[in-house]
């Protein structure tokens, strides 16, 4: 019914030894077997065959229902199912259904949620369908990672992705000297991250793990709503990054959703630069594209909020751009394709003109290269408390947006500088130093 190896592994823990490991699960493994030989007695043929008959009947009564359910439905489909189609089965309810989800686990059998690495709760909180009430609210409904969540993410999915990167996190503290770790950044809100959004948010994961480990804390990223919605997903649709980025704190970027976040004292991060800053093009790394609106600092100083400007470099060590948006628009079929997905995508800074109001989604093509490293700094933090007359005076709130942006920059410069004076910013140093003192080890860096 099942993949015995993932039954047998659910209550191994992910920290044992390789020999441990395999000593647990063989003694997981010999447990099931008496279980095999006592399934004839628990299901004899004439029961099953009364079974059957009973799930046609009923079958045919759910079938003939089915476009009169309103309801969300989320569908959990197996790959692996060796006693029931469940993926053709799949496709035929995510048609039929009015408001249906699939999360589709291609290496799962039919006994997926007593299955090791399947969480019905991650499940759920990834495809955004937890709620309280009649609807889903994105503020409060959120439930925050759990311990054996955090663990899955950071300790085994993204685990190799943080070790060859080696990211470095620095934050500037109140005297303005700056220092290794987030010291610099307060314990509480409401705070609000600003900062510069890298080729295709590399740099999100490293930047989630290092708050929820030293802060503990989440911080709420405020993103393009296409990543919440379901208009492309299909009845094969698998976990994705989509749905790290909301179990991690993502929602939709909107006033008031942040307006809520700040009532809440909650950590918000926001890139003015959204979509074109992120999904940028050949040689545009590191440039920002941010539009005239001040609307972020008018609210932060209405509530109080810290600021705290903030820059990454190192995604041109990692990636490399080999199609981008105006390569992919002269190309035949790829036009077509950024043509009909942005036009049905919602829309966001309609009113915003030139490059910096250019909101196309579109899917770069990437290489990777040997990774060299990642390196954040988080600035001095900008106290708005006080600064209630800029709500109303839009001029000295516009002259504050554009001292944050231009400190942004000076951060890049900053980091692009002196990572040439990391002696750690190659891979295979790296790899040489861990290999020296342990896979866990704190890399060296530069001196700020």
Not at 148 to 175: I, Y
Request: hydrophobic share 40%.
């Amino acid at each position: 019914m099942g993949d015995p190896l993932k039954m047998a592994a659910v209550s191994i823990e992910n920290n044992l030894s390789p020999p441990e490991t395999l000593q647990k699960l063989s003694d997981s493994l010999t447990s099931m077997l008496p279980l095999l030989s006592e399934l004839s007695d628990i299901i004899p043929r004439d029961t099953l065959l009364w079974k059957l008959k009973l799930l046609k009947a009923g079958a045919a009564y759910a079938n003939s229902r089915l476009h009169a359910v309103q309801a969300e439905v989320l569908l959990l489909a197996s790959g692996k199912d060796n006693l029931l189609p469940s993926g053709e089965e799949a496709d035929r309810l995510f048609k039929a259904l009015k408001n249906c989800r699939v999360r589709y686990f291609k290496d799962n059998g039919h006994t997926l949620l007593l299955e090791d690495g399947v969480n019905l709760l991650t499940v759920i909180k990834g495809a955004n369908m937890y709620r309280r009430g009649r609807q889903r609210d994105s503020v409060t409904d959120y439930l925050p990672p759990t311990l054996s969540e955090f663990r899955q993410t950071f300790d085994v999915d993204h685990r190799l992705f943080h070790l060859a990167l080696s990211p470095v996190m620095m934050s500037t503290l109140k005297d303005g000297k700056i220092v290794r770790g987030l010291a610099g950044v307060p314990d509480k809100g409401p705070v609000l991250f600003v900062g510069y959004h890298a080729l295709m948010g590399i740099e999100l994961s490293p930047l989630y793990e290092e708050f929820l480990r030293e802060k503990r804390t989440v911080v709420r990223g405020m993103a393009h709503p296409f990543l919440f919605g379901k208009k492309f997903e299909s009845s094969r649709q698998e976990t994705s990054r989509f749905d790290t980025v909301s179990m991690y704190g993502g929602l939709p970027v909107t006033p008031i959703n942040m307006y809520r976040l700040f009532q809440r004292n909650q950590f918000v991060l926001l890139y003015p630069g959204g979509v074109r800053e992120a999904l940028h093009r050949k040689g545009e790394e590191y440039k920002l594209f941010w539009p005239d609106q001040p609307e972020f600092v008018r609210m932060a100083a209405r509530f109080g909020v810290t600021i705290i400007p903030f820059g990454c470099v190192g995604e041109d060590d990692v990636l490399e751009l080999v199609l981008d948006y105006n390569d992919q628009k002269n190309i035949p079929g790829l036009r077509e394709w950024i043509q009909s997905i942005n036009k049905e995508a919602e829309r966001v800074r309609d009113s915003v003109k030139g490059e910096d109001g250019n909101q196309d989604m579109y899917l770069p093509a990437l290489l990777p290269k040997v990774p060299g490293r990642f390196y954040y700094l988080f600035g001095q933090p900008i106290e708005m408390k006080g600064m209630g007359n800029l709500v109303r005076d839009r001029k000295s709130a516009n002259e504050v947006y554009l001292r944050i942006k231009s400190q942004v920059e000076e951060i890049m410069s900053y980091l692009k500088r002196k990572r040439e004076e990391d002696p750690y910013r190659s891979l295979p140093q790296r790899a040489l130093y861990q290999a020296t003192w342990g896979a866990s080890a704190q890399v060296p860096t530069f001196e700020p």
